[in-house]
């Protein structure tokens, strides 16, 4: 996957290399070229000098073939900015903005702008949102036997039942994020566009939830 990242800052940088390192192509906009020096002589990827809400360098970084984009500069408003234009003009699925003030973030969540507001686990959650296949658990048992993982579902589920879900991938969901807040649904809850999904499975199990998550019920 392609991922732009507007912000070189420390966890912009630090994001950079956490997502090279697993494989996907990055490019980091940042205003200021001395800020690129974070990244250190090892980074593969592009950067781009310029004004990381401009389309122009937007393009120039690649979003028109990104499958993510993380607004994590200094400051809430081009971030929110920046994750507008992405999600609504350019299209990527998977957008996430950095916000400082806390009840701000919240409001941004609500709108269905994905935020992330704490900074000690910032890269993290970051790398869960951009990354949304259940690679990175939100818990694991002491025996390594289930975990709780944020795992992406695919389009054809939406409008079909949690409990569908459940019988066909063989997982438990355990709960739904919808706008901002979470959900305890039961059998007969909807699946809605949009919907995080966070299910208990095992771990063994992973690679058959994620292809029924991905695939929809009328193809597993």
């Not at 002589?41 to 120039?60: M, S, W, Y």
């Not at 920046?82 to 941004?108: L, T």
Request: glycine share 10%; net charge negative.
């Amino acid at each position: 996957m392609h991922i732009v990242i507007m912000g070189c800052g420390r966890v912009g940088s630090t994001l950079a290399h956490s997502l090279e390192d697993r494989g996907h192509s990055v490019a980091i906009v940042d205003r200021a070229a001395e800020a690129f020096r974070r990244l250190g002589p090892h980074f593969a990827g592009r950067t781009v000098t310029g004004i990381g809400f401009d389309r122009d360098v937007l393009i120039e970084a690649g979003i028109e073939q990104a499958g993510a984009f993380a607004a994590v500069s200094s400051g809430d408003n081009s971030n929110v900015l920046a994750a507008r234009i992405a999600r609504e003009i350019f299209r990527v699925d998977n957008v996430v903005a950095r916000i400082y003030d806390p009840g701000r973030a919240e409001v941004y969540q609500r709108l269905g702008i994905p935020t992330v507001a704490t900074i000690p686990w910032t890269t993290h959650q970051i790398i869960r949102r951009l990354l949304p296949e259940g690679s990175e658990p939100e818990w694991r048992d002491p025996t390594g036997t289930v975990r709780l993982a944020e795992v992406h579902i695919g389009p054809a589920w939406v409008g079909h039942r949690v409990s569908d879900l459940e019988q066909t991938s063989g997982a438990r969901v355990a709960f739904l994020t919808r706008l901002g807040e979470g959900i305890l649904p039961h059998r007969d809850t909807v699946i809605q566009d949009g919907d995080l999904v966070h299910v208990i499975m095992r771990e063994d199990g992973i690679e058959k939830v994620e292809a029924a998550f991905a695939t929809g019920p009328e193809d597993v």
